[in-house]
């Protein structure tokens, strides 16, 4: 029987883009596709993170309503919401920087978190923390965030927030043994700040697919 994946999302270009790695890399798998912009828009206003969190769960419970096999959620932010649905249900339930958090685990002591959203830094931390104490080692995690950059994204301009996420990477690169962007809006400057930076750039959605399709080969 073939797995149905549901994509969970909070940002409306994150479902276009994993459209296009899913036609690309699992054309034949039956994908669909949920968003919800309020989520992130609410945590980011102030709203009992808690309650954004209920929320959460309740999309992804949708999406195991909707016949989903399988369950990705695509917001760093709001990921914690994913530890309320994992009560709920039985099905498999991936955090977007699940993969990323434990190569960055593997890879140093001292990680590097770049992010644009501060709603980012507390889920994000908790998470490679937690892969640490799975992986039995001890880390650092310093972390860099540019507000300015995230309110050039949300007004469109692309150009400055990657300018603004270069300068803070390149900063934050010589304190650290790995970089991690932690947010998918990040991801096309992996390659470009790798080629750049003395340390290993890791980012969420390469490293997610990876693990989808290897979910999938034995689903």
Not at 73 to 82: E, L
Not at 90 to 98: A, E, S, T, V
């Amino acid at each position: 029987m073939t797995v149905r994946v549901a994509f969970v999302h909070t940002v409306g270009f994150l479902a276009d883009e994993f459209r296009k790695l899913m036609r690309a890399q699992q054309p034949e798998v039956d994908a669909f596709h949920i968003l919800n912009e309020s989520l992130l828009q609410d945590l980011l206003r102030g709203a009992s993170p808690a309650q954004v969190h209920r929320r959460v769960a309740e999309q992804l419970m949708l999406a195991a309503d909707a016949g989903a096999g399988l369950i990705v959620m695509t917001c760093s932010s709001t990921s914690p919401g994913v530890d309320v649905a994992r009560r709920m249900t039985d099905l498999p339930i991936l955090k977007i920087d699940d993969p990323m958090a434990a190569q960055a685990v593997r890879s140093g002591q001292r990680i590097g978190l770049m992010c644009t959203a501060s709603s980012t830094v507390a889920p994000s931390t908790a998470l490679l923390q937690s892969h640490a104490v799975q992986q039995e080692r001890e880390i650092q995690v310093r972390t860099e965030v540019n507000a300015a950059a995230y309110q050039a994204l949300l007004s469109g301009d692309r150009a400055t927030h990657d300018l603004l996420v270069r300068d803070s990477a390149t900063r934050l690169a010589r304190e650290v043994d790995v970089l991690v962007l932690a947010q998918a809006s990040l991801a096309h400057l992996a390659g470009p700040l790798a080629e750049e930076l003395p340390c290993p750039v890791l980012a969420s959605p390469p490293l997610l697919m990876r693990e989808l399709a290897r979910c999938l080969a034995i689903a």
